[in-house]
């Protein structure tokens, strides 16, 4: 394993429901991401918290909320949701963000389905 | 535009049939190219880091080596495990990822 968990492993919501999703990292790193990951297309950054504070935002709707309480863990917040947004999330874990080069650990992702 | 682009898109090798995986980029400010591993269903798991044109990193029967142009990720004599969508990831100011190359590896 990682180090990162993801908790739920597979969600199904309809598009007038309000759910959350869940990564805690284990490995004591200093920034958090979230990733979309859609078939055939390229892994989409969502979100980077460093040090609990938000420091990207790439264009993401508003019915996508993040929230990072502390360095471990880290929350997606999801409410009227389009079939689009049905994807693998990602969330990451990396030892510092900024200036250099940092590799990220995965966890293994919520499977959303969005009906 | 930086820009990252791997191929092939999908390999199909036998067992033991040794072959590479390319990874171009076009970017300036090159930090650090990464490769990783995605098996069906789940994260993306980390393999490599190279920084410098030059640079060779080996893993069991994975080698990555780095350009200034792209990266090659040799596969040795490869076995049915092996099998799995390789993406790379070039860090400039932002870390920016391939569409992968998905590897089946056949007995």
């Known amino acids: 394993e990682t180090g990162v968990t993801q908790t739920p492993r597979h969600l199904v919501m309809g598009m007038t429901n309000k759910k959350s999703l869940k990564c805690e990292q284990h490995?004591?790193?200093?920034?958090m991401y979230w990733y979309k990951q859609s078939a055939k297309k390229p892994l989409e950054l969502m979100f980077v918290y460093s040090l609990e504070e938000r420091v990207e935002n790439n264009s993401v709707p508003s019915r996508f909320s993040p929230e990072c309480p502390n360095s471990s863990h880290l929350f997606l917040h999801l409410h009227t949701l389009q079939p689009e947004d049905s994807a693998l999330y990602l969330c990451?874990?990396?030892?510092?963000w900024g200036q250099g080069s940092y590799e990220q650990y995965f966890g293994p992702g919520t499977r959303l389905t969005v009906t | 535009e930086d820009q990252v682009t791997q191929s092939p898109e999908a390999l199909r090798l036998q067992e033991g049939e040794s072959s590479s995986l390319n990874c171009s980029y076009t970017v300036s400010g090159l930090r650090g190219l990464f490769w990783y591993r995605q098996d069906p269903g789940k994260g993306p798991e980390f393999l490599f880091t190279l920084y410098s044109a030059g640079e060779e990193k080996e893993k069991e029967r994975l080698k990555a080596t780095l350009t200034k142009k792209e990266s090659f990720l040799h596969i040795t004599a490869p076995k049915p495990e092996d099998s799995a969508t390789y993406l790379c990831?070039?860090?400039?100011?932002?870390?920016?990822f391939g569409t992968g190359t998905r590897l089946q590896v056949f007995p």
């Open positions: 490995l004591g790193h200093n920034a």
């Open positions: 990831a070039v860090q400039t100011d932002k870390l920016i």
């Open positions: 990451a874990s990396s030892r510092d």
